[in-house]
């Protein structure tokens, strides 16, 4: 994507621009943290809790952000961009304007998008499949564990035309939270790597848990496949609306993905079960993993 394209997307909700014009030159990374803003960069300037971001539009200049996307900015803050030539554009929702502008983008875009979510392993389960798939395609992975309402759409306006695959890590934070940001992402593929009790504070259960997990599985399209855990109580975390092409991996019980049943002889070693006869690829091992990252081979 280029600055220019990303402004045609957000025009919509633009409310006053500063500086130049803007140029066909590729869109920098943004950032929602102006900490983190390198030269060249961008400043995502978000209302927080506790404070906002655009007051923290001059540390973001300061350091070298070219662009700016406030929904408020000041007198100095206007003077400042000025005079480093820095963009600045003032939205009347500035994440919304974010998130529609990566949903059009990802749909613009011929690629398939693998979503993962899970209690725990997303960020691990997300390298491991990125590394495998990046063997035969082009692939764009989100960074990090950015796997919001902000990270993922800032994530999907790195898209480029030489992408074939995006991996994206969705978290979630309450019910409902993963359905949105499949709405943005629109996957075909979906990982769900456990159902585990880290939002029970919030959702009160496994069972809604594994609900809001499910959001994934259940948007995926006919033609999509599901991966998901056979550890779990019930593996099918949300099986009951999925009638798609499923797979299975565990480590305790035999599963479609073992690898129970399936250790050959060599401490360390896991095997990957055969893919069916013409599939072309031949089983394959997982040397010297440990629990947690076994877990992740199995899943890629």
């Avoid at 033609?223 to 019930?234: E, H, I, Q, R, W």
């Amino acid at each position: 994507m280029k600055v220019s394209e990303l402004y045609d997307l957000v025009s919509s909700h633009l409310v006053e621009a500063v500086g130049p014009e803007p140029d066909h030159l590729p869109l920098p990374p943004i950032r929602p943290d102006s900490r983190q803003v390198r030269p060249g960069e961008g400043f995502l300037a978000l209302r927080g809790g506790r404070v906002h971001g655009a007051e923290f539009i001059a540390d973001a200049l300061t350091r070298g952000a070219r662009l700016i996307l406030t929904d408020r900015i000041s007198a100095a803050d206007r003077d400042l961009a000025r005079k480093v030539g820095a963009q600045i554009w003032v939205l009347d929702d500035p994440l919304t304007a974010v998130q529609d502008a990566a949903r059009t983008w990802r749909g613009r875009l011929g690629v398939t998008v693998v979503g993962i979510t899970g209690s725990v392993g997303k960020t691990t389960t997300k390298e491991a499949v990125a590394a495998v798939l990046a063997e035969r395609y082009r692939v764009l992975k989100s960074p990090g564990n950015l796997n919001t309402e902000v990270g993922l759409p800032l994530t999907l306006l790195s898209l480029g035309p030489e992408h074939q695959v995006a991996v994206l890590e969705m978290g979630m934070y309450q019910a409902g939270d993963i359905a949105f940001l499949c709405g943005i992402a629109r996957p075909q593929l979906g990982v769900v790597t456990a159902v585990g009790p880290s939002h029970l504070e919030r959702l009160g259960s496994l069972e809604a848990i594994a609900n809001a997990k499910a959001e994934l599985v259940e948007y995926l399209p006919e033609s999509g496949v599901a991966v998901l855990n056979g550890d779990d109580p019930d593996p099918g975390a949300g099986r009951k609306i999925w009638l798609g092409p499923a797979g299975r991996c565990g480590r305790h019980r035999r599963t479609d993905g073992g690898p129970a049943g399936n250790r050959p002889p060599g401490a360390g070693r896991w095997r990957v079960p055969a893919a069916p006869a013409g599939a072309g690829r031949p089983p394959g091992t997982l040397r010297r993993l440990g629990r947690r990252r076994r877990g992740a081979g199995l899943r890629a």
